[in-house]
T-cell receptor, first 115, second 113 residues
Framework: DGGITQSPKYLFRKEGQNVTLSCEQN?????MYWYRQDPGQGLRLIYY???????QKGDIAEGYSVSREKKESFPLTVTSAQKNPTAFYLC??????????????FGEGSRLTVL | QQQVKQSPQSLIVQKGGISIINCAYE??????FPWYQQFPGKGPALLIA?????SEKKEGRFTISFNKSAKQFSLHIMDSQPGDSATYFC????????????FGQGTTLQVKP
């Protein structure tokens, strides 16, 4: 079945450590996204990529980094510079037809807790 | 101007009742308005979406009403069921980049049996 796989589902880390969250999709979608979800704040865009080897900052990119070396993969690194990293992280993808990327398909999320 | 404001934050409805969630936006360039449904521990999934050339869109028990002049849109869930208990997010984007969504704060709906 096609879909988006995020791993790990749960992750605990100590303060000051970098953490990398994995996101893989087999939907053959061009565009991929990382959102952060906090209670009462909805989903906020961290980074997005519309094509391999290119990505753009979203609204809350500080303290995060990404890479897009393959169409199907878009890992997110939460660096030690992120001041409040404990959150639920969601990866998504969408088709890209010209400028209209269409519906977002989400993974099941990764819950990061920094101790 | 990029915000989408959603209300209420939480909602409790009896089975069979109507659930109504409202959203408002400022950016007149927005022209794609989806609603996403999220169950606990899962990622959101698209429920229904509307573009501003229509004032209403219905899919089964779910209806979006859109008021372009007021810059508001709402989700109505008719005959609400316990299985509808979830968090609902409205969102908005421009047609040139419908994947770059601006989400509302979310509404947690509980439908009591």
């Amino acid at each position: 079945d096609g879909g988006i796989t995020q791993s790990p589902k749960y992750l605990f880390r100590k303060e000051g450590q970098n953490v990398t969250l994995s996101c893989e999709q087999n939907l053959n979608h061009d565009a991929m996204y990382w959102y952060r979800q906090d209670p009462g704040q909805g989903l906020r865009l961290i980074y997005y990529s519309q094509i391999v080897n290119d990505f753009q900052k979203g609204d809350i990119a500080e303290g995060y980094s990404v890479s897009r070396e393959k169409k199907e993969s878009f890992p997110l690194t939460v660096t030690s510079a992120q001041k409040n990293p404990t959150a639920f992280y969601l990866c998504a993808s969408s088709r890209r037809t010209g400028g209209n990327t269409g519906e977002l398909f989400f993974g099941e999320g990764s819950r990061l807790t920094v101790l | 101007q990029q915000q989408v404001k959603q209300s209420p934050q939480s909602l409790i409805v009896q089975k069979g009742g109507i659930s109504i969630i409202n959203c408002a936006y400022e950016n007149t360039a927005f022209d794609y308005f989806p609603w996403y449904q999220q169950f606990p521990g899962k990622g959101p999934a698209l429920l229904i979406a509307i573009r501003p050339d229509v004032s209403e869109k219905k899919e089964g028990r779910f209806t979006i009403s859109f008021n372009k002049s007021a810059k508001q849109f709402s989700l109505h869930i008719m005959d609400s069921q316990p299985g509808d208990s979830a968090t609902y997010f409205c969102a908005a984007s421009t047609a040139s980049n419908t994947g770059k969504l601006i989400f509302g704060q979310g509404t947690t709906l509980q439908v009591k049996p």
